[in-house]
Nanobody
Framework: QGQLVESGGGLVQAGGSLRLSCVASITPFGDFNMGWFRQSPGKEREFVGSILWTGAATSLADSVKGRFTISRDNAKKTMFLQMNRLKPEDTAVYYC?????????????????WGPGTQVTVSS
């Protein structure tokens, strides 16, 4: 059993940046592939990106490619989502989770140990 906690959300103007963190209490954190999702009111949870347990590979949704990057620090059991050139349509609650399925899966059902989420609001 483990826990994930997201932080770093907030209110930012369009074009701005935010860096989200996901701190894990799961052990060993370095063995797990991880992912970020987001969800807006009335919409399904949407895949944002994922990162291999080594940090050597990432997979990003087309909607965020070129603007968002994912990284991790296994020694600190932390994963990051750097969000640049934010748009109003990026407004959502952002969640991190552990990928329990095959690498490359973007289905929320393949992920577990969801954090409570952090709100990101981008004003126009």
């Amino acid at each position: 059993q483990g826990q994930l906690v997201e932080s770093g959300g907030g209110l930012v103007q369009a074009g701005g940046s935010l860096r989200l963190s996901c701190v894990a209490s799961i052990t060993p954190f370095g063995d797990f592939n991880m992912g970020w999702f987001r969800q807006s009111p009335g919409k399904e949870r949407e895949f944002v990106g994922s990162i291999l347990w080594t940090g050597a590979a990432t997979s990003l949704a087309d909607s965020v490619k070129g603007r968002f990057t994912i990284s991790r620090d296994n020694a600190k059991k932390t994963m990051f989502l750097q969000m640049n050139r934010l748009k109003p349509e990026d407004t959502a609650v952002y969640y991190c989770a552990v990928l329990r399925g095959n690498w490359g899966s973007r289905d929320p059902a393949s992920f577990a140990y969801w954090g409570p989420g952090t709100q990101v609001t981008v004003s126009s």
